[in-house]
């Protein structure tokens, strides 16, 4: 069983949810996302989700847009991104990395799957790549042990939902709503229908993601699902803050927050 | 059309043309994609959307658009130019065609809401058309750079009654404009349609859009054959897109004999890294939705393009242009501005004609054609040009290229 899999049964064990924290590689700086990663491991968060910043990212909000940018603007390259993830892996925390597909197609796909076990990454997170185009992944991915996370929405037909999940490893992603993502402040009606028509045709865990960004709202989503991931929110702790250290800070404190309302689902 | 390999069903079900196109998109938007690719294909079977569609075009946007010879310009080049006036439809550009068929579309999903993303406003303003006359809500995504340099149709689509989102992220051109769209579309697919302006975009935008502006190319066939008896030599459009080129294209790919040229944005000369000729200095990925040829570093970042045409100034290209080249059916040559606005000056003088400076680019294309078609053919060469648009939006850009502003304008 892969890292996650275990993470999410040793939560499920406890009762709860695991908590999935997302950071962009290299935002602020390549050292200043360990930092904020490490503090977020520290203060709760079970699995880190580590995004690697791209020029054109349709499926993030305006918060992850400017972070990336940042990121991008600050020179970091996917080689730099790998690096991050060793980092963070060596915490103990298992990583797992969301990625649009254009920079995994360019690093090459078998190449990019040997590097990112390598460096200790579990996996896969693929907002813009769904398993009909798949078919390097799907090879590269079973070379080299990786988890694969396709994500599915509120507006997957039954048919493509089983075959979703059919080449879904380690967990699946149910998008909350229809939509980018950034916090919001209701959490989705959407999400637990979709959860449980995830769960009727896998039995692999399923976490909940987009819009989530209060420890009540983790409370919610940690009632119906077996993960909550959070990322903007995370990310604003760092982007409004005035100096590094308060961005710790806040982080540290919202993970805390969080890290507390996977472990008292609203049921 | 002839038995030539390539006219066979492209794309594939899955919209592959080769190894480009395909879907790389958000789940959420696979639903939308799906029904659109069933809508399309159930209307373009049913001799009543034909209809519609075939009586919007003649009655609304002014096609069959003329092939006009034009003998000055001929003259000039030495060659026989044909030009397709595609400048004299409604709106001003082959753009129309497209905004007609898709909003036909979005009317008969039951749809109300559609969203566009604009370069040079062109599409902007042919959706906010379509969209006034359809009754349907429009929201514009231009980039912020682009509402500056194309004001005027901002204007344009403001009096059609559409929304004008200005794009400040990313390099605020066309290609964060989509971007901006998709997100807009994920979130509200339900009650929207996108429509795309070019044949780009996840499947079937570039074969739906192909069979929507294909009338360009079907016309101009016909009108060659009754007008000169023959078919062109060669064939020339400018590629942003692709949408225009891939619309004359068409009727023409089973046709071994005639030469396919498509001319990309050279900027300042694809040596200088600042231009958008995505085939001729790109790579293969995946930008939008589709795999085809993209301007990008080495971390697969988009690299920003650069071109004197804001509708041309987009740093991808439709996945059929992409297997054209890949398969050599097609030539794919840069033009840079200089030698854009070159050809855009001969043809206001030879022929008073104000071209769009996107097609200035297939203009220049031809210049540089027709000698050597002339010495490979022994003979004059007909060359059939896509004259893709007028330039009444671009009297600004090219008034002050000329340097033939008077200061206070
Ligand atoms: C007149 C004209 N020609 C060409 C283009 C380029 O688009 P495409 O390559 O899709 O034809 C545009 C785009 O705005 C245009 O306005």
């Known amino acids: 069983m892969s890292r996650i899999g275990v993470a999410f049964d040793k939560a499920r064990a406890d009762g709860r949810a695991v908590l999935v924290g997302c950071m962009p590689a290299g935002f602020p700086t390549v050292e200043g996302s360990i930092a904020a990663m ?18 054109d990212p349709v499926m993030d909000g305006p918060v992850i847009q400017k972070a990336s940018d940042i990121a991008l603007a600050g020179g970091v390259r996917t080689a730099d991104a790998l690096r991050i993830i060793e980092a963070v892996a060596a915490t103990g925390a298992p990583v797992v990395t969301m990625t649009y597909w254009n920079p995994v197609e360019r690093y090459g796909v078998d190449a990019f799957a040997r590097d990112l076990a390598a460096a200790g990454g579990t996996g896969l997170i693929t907002p813009d790549l769904i398993p009909d185009e798949a078919q390097e992944w799907l090879a590269a991915s079973d070379a080299h042990g990786l988890d694969r996370t396709f994500l599915v929405s509120p507006s997957s037909t039954d048919q493509r939902l089983a075959m979703t999940v059919q080449h879904c490893r380690g967990f699946v992603y149910a998008t909350a709503v229809m939509g980018v993502t950034g916090a919001r402040a209701r959490t989705s009606d959407a999400a637990p229908i979709l959860v449980s028509r995830t769960r009727e045709v896998t039995d ?21 699902a077996d993960g909550v991931i959070v990322g903007s929110a995370l990310v604003r702790c760092v982007l409004d803050a005035p100096d590094r250290a308060a961005g710790l800070t806040a982080l540290r404190t919202l993970s805390a927050e969080l890290a507390d309302g996977v472990r008292n689902p609203t049921r | 059309m ?30 939308a994609l799906d029904e659109l690719d069933g809508a399309w294909r159930t209307a373009m079977a049913d001799e009543s959307f034909r209809g519609e569609f075939a009586a919007l075009l003649r009655d609304y946007a002014g096609t069959p658009s003329l092939l006009y010879p034009a003998e000055r310009l001929s003259a000039k080049l030495g060659a026989r130019v044909l030009l397709k006036r595609e400048d004299l439809n ?84 066309l290609k964060d404009a ?29 074969a739906m859009v192909r069979d929507f502006v294909r009338g360009i190319g079907d016309e101009a066939r016909q009108q060659c054959l009754d007008q000169i008896g023959r078919l062109p030599d060669a064939v020339a459009a400018c590629v942003g897109g692709g949408s225009n080129a891939l619309g004359i294209f068409h009727a023409f790919v089973g046709d071994a004999d005639v030469r396919l040229y498509g001319f990309e944005a050279g900027g300042d000369g694809v040596e200088t890294g600042k ?8 790579s293969t990925g995946v930008l939008h939705g589709t795999r085809t040829y993209v301007l990008q570093d ?75 078609l002339a010495a490979e053919l022994g003979r004059e060469p007909v060359i059939l040009i896509n004259l893709s648009g007028r330039g009444d939006k671009d009297v600004h850009t090219a008034g002050e290229y000329f340097g033939i502003l008077d200061k206070e304008q």
Not at chain 2, 3 to 27: C, I, K, N, S, W
Not at chain 2, 110 to 123: C, F, L, N, S, Y
């Open chain 2, 178 to 206: 989509m971007n901006e769209a998709m997100r807009d579309w994920v979130a509200n697919v339900d009650e929207t349609h996108y429509l795309i302006g070019t044949a780009a975009g996840p499947h079937p935008f570039p």
């Open chain 2, 298 to 372: 080495a971390d697969g970042q988009t690299v920003e393009s650069h071109s004197i045409s804001a509708g041309l100034d987009y740093p991808g290209v439709g996945p059929e242009h992409a297997w054209l080249h890949d398969s050599g059916r097609a030539t794919y040559t840069p033009v840079t501005d200089t030698e854009a606005m070159a050809a855009f000056e001969l043809l206001c003088r030879t022929e008073g004609i104000i071209p769009a400076i996107e097609s200035a680019h297939a203009l220049a294309g031809a210049v540089q054609i027709a000698p050597k």
């Open chain 1, 204 to 224: 692999l865990p399923v976490g909940v993601g987009l819009g989530v960004g209060t420890g009540a709202q983790a409370a919610t989503v940690a009632g119906y």
């Open chain 2, 2 to 31: 002839s038995a030539d390999a390539l006219a066979a069903p492209y794309p594939d079900t899955a919209g592959h043309f080769g190894r480009f196109g395909g879907r790389f998109v958000p789940e959420a938007l696979v639903a």
């Open chain 1, 38 to 55: 490490t503090a977020m491991v520290e203060a709760g968060v079970d699995v880190i989700e580590v995004e690697i910043p791209y020029s």
């Open chain 2, 275 to 282: 231009h958008a000729a995505s085939i001729t200095g790109g």
């Open chain 2, 90 to 173: 409604h709106t001003g550009a082959h753009k129309v065609r497209n905004v007609l068929g898709q909003a036909l579309l979005t009317k008969r999903m039951g749809k109300r809401r559609v969203i566009a993303e604009t370069g040079a406003g062109q599409h902007g303003v042919a959706s906010a058309t379509a969209a006034a006359l359809f009754d349907l809500e429009c929201v514009v995504y231009m980039g912020e750079v682009d509402t500056e340099r194309q004001a005027l149709n901002v204007a344009r689509m403001r009096m059609l009654g559409a929304t004008v989102v200005p794009v400040t992220t990313g390099s605020r051109t």
